[in-house]
């Protein structure tokens, strides 16, 4: 085993038996080091890895932003691992869509209608309406189905849908040059918006399910990806 990762287990276990906590701060670098009885580059790259990971931030100097503290930032790092493994071809796009609609339809069916992340996707819905540009419209979109996934309440699945989305954020701006008229798509999509929304705010999880399962298939579709 690496040293490195003997570091990394060490702060695991302290993360598991609640020795570490979210807010709180690693020993120092040497500290660790000696503790360990590893090498100061080994926890150097350990924490490293942590900051990658959206466990850790890793902050120099004196003072209250000094030290290694713990946060806790899953969607950024799963993004990044996800956006590379596309770039690569590893993971086609259209598996990715279809993991989204997944986990999307299952959040959408189980949305509770009081959660205050549903004011948020009104609020997005607003702004959408503005008549923004692509890019902005899509980042508005973007938001628009994290909120719906936070009204679920799962940590994990918003955790995925996040990195799903950003990981084919870009590849969707791309795919709007396949499309006839930006408008009339943007038009359309902002009406099924509302759609889902309003089953949602009805308690009707099953349509919620069945409007968003066919809102992101036909907007794939009309762009050219897949066999929808």
């Known amino acids: 085993m ?19 906590t979210v807010g709180g701060r690693l020993p120092a ?37 000094a030290g290694t503290v713990v946060i806790a930032d899953p969607t950024a790092a799963l993004g990044s691992a996800l956006r590379l493994h596309v770039a690569t071809q590893h993971l086609p796009v259209a598996d990715i869509v279809e993991t989204r609609v997944l ?32 890019e902005d419209f899509l980042a508005l979109d973007v938001r628009f189905h994290l909120a719906l996934a936070e009204a679920a309440g799962n940590a994990v699945v918003s955790a995925m849908m996040g990195s ?24 359309r999509l902002r009406s099924e918006h509302r759609e889902i929304l309003a089953a949602i705010n009805n308690n009707d999880g099953v349509r919620a399910a069945l409007l968003v399962a066919d809102h992101i298939e036909g907007y794939y579709k009309e762009a050219g990806l897949g066999s929808w």
């Open 29 to 65: 670098e040497r500290t660790l080091a000696e503790q360990l009885e590893v090498s100061r580059t080994s926890v150097r790259e350990a924490i490293r890895i942590l900051e990658a990971m959206g466990v850790v931030r890793a902050g120099v100097g004196s003072g209250p932003d």
């Open 103 to 134: 986990l999307e339809s299952w959040a959408a069916a189980r949305a509770r209608a009081d959660s205050p992340a549903l004011a948020e996707a009104a609020a997005l819905l607003e702004q959408m309406d503005a008549g923004p540009d692509t």
């Open 2 to 20: 690496r040293t490195h990762q003997l570091v990394l287990q060490w702060i695991e276990k302290q993360l598991i038996d609640g020795q570490l």
């Open 164 to 187: 799903l989305r950003e990981a084919i954020q870009g590849y969707a701006g791309r795919l709007t040059a396949n499309l006839p008229d930006w408008d009339a798509t943007a038009a």
